[in-house]
């Protein structure tokens, strides 16, 4: 189930990536491979970055949150896969020009994002409640990193960024 979870993050949204380091005098990244600096780079995921920026304990406030995300993309999977399909219904009804069609469509999906989104503050609050004062202060940034990471790509294309998400 957690590895489910992580991929489905790192499916979800677009990762960042960090760059290896590279030693000018030996012309060797930081893996020691002679390799150019882009293809020693690392992936981050949005899960990552959010426990990166709350500095999550390893011993007992990672595994909960892993938890807790796990529960929300369970829940997330049906709510996902609805709004993949409003979203195709749309582009169909655009297309065929029935506008009259258009507008319940836009409501559903509306009430499905709210669904979603409700997710994440779900699980995000869930977190922020284990989290000691000192670390708090990265609630925004943490849940900006997380923004849209429930939501499934659209097939044959990747996410651009979450929903207004610093990336």
């Known amino acids: 189930m957690r590895r489910m979870l992580l991929t489905m993050i790192a499916m979800a ?6 760059p290896a380091r590279q030693t000018p005098e030996s012309g060797m990244n930081a893996n020691g491979s002679g390799l150019p600096p882009d293809i020693g780079r690392q992936v981050v995921t949005p899960y990552q970055q959010f426990a990166n920026k709350l500095k999550l304990d390893g011993k007992t406030q990672a595994p909960a949150a892993e938890q807790i995300f796990t529960e929300a993309a369970h829940e997330a999977g049906p709510i996902g896969q609805q ?6 219904r749309l582009l169909n009804d ?17 009430e499905a994002a709210a669904k979603m989104t ?15 004062p000192n670390q708090q202060s990265g609630g925004p940034q943490a849940f900006a990193a997380i923004a ?7 097939p044959g294309g990747g996410r651009r960024g979450g929903r207004g998400g610093a990336q």
């Open 118 to 132: 409700n997710l994440e503050v779900k699980a995000f609050t869930k977190v922020y409640e284990t989290l000691k």
């Open 148 to 154: 849209g990471v429930f939501q499934p790509a659209s």
């Open 13 to 18: 949204a677009l990762a960042t990536t960090v």
């Open 83 to 88: 709004m993949l399909q409003i979203r195709q």
């Open 94 to 110: 655009m297309m065929a020009n029935k506008a009259e069609d258009v507008k319940p469509a836009l409501e559903a999906y509306t």
